[in-house]
Nanobody, 123 residues
Framework: QVQLVESGGGLVQAGGSLRLSCAASGRTFSSSAMGWFRQAPGKEREFVAAINWSGANTNYADSVKGRFTISRDNAKNTVYLQMNSLKPEDTAVYYC????????????????WGQGTQVTVSS
């Protein structure tokens, strides 16, 4: 089992940027696909971005394409989400998760989940 801890959330004005981090413990991190998800109040959790084990392949939700970038550092057991041009509708709790397959993450089928970090974008 991999334990995940998200950080980097906070309050930012529309148009601003934040970088989220997800630190993982466990030996399987470097062989796992990783994903970011978010859940706004009253809404279902949704897929944001995913990255394969090596970092060579990424995928994004249409709502964040061109604004968010997912990356990973396997030496540091950490995955990142750089969020630029933030909008009020990006306000949510952001979670990271692991999976053996990127496709599973896109279907919200993560294996291990973090506790989340709050991102609030003011207008």
């Amino acid at each position: 089992q991999v334990q995940l801890v998200e950080s980097g959330g906070g309050l930012v004005q529309a148009g601003g940027s934040l970088r989220l981090s997800c630190a993982a413990s466990g030996r399987t991190f470097s062989s796992s696909a990783m994903g970011w998800f978010r859940q706004a109040p009253g809404k279902e959790r949704e897929f944001v971005a995913a990255i394969n084990w090596s970092g060579a392949n990424t995928n994004y939700a249409d709502s964040v394409k061109g604004r968010f970038t997912i990356s990973r550092d396997n030496a540091k057991n950490t995955v990142y989400l750089q969020m630029n041009s933030l909008k009020p509708e990006d306000t949510a709790v952001y979670y990271c998760a692991t999976s053996s397959l990127m496709r599973a993450l896109q279907d919200l089928k993560g294996k291990d989940w973090g506790q989340g970090t709050q991102v609030t974008v003011s207008s």
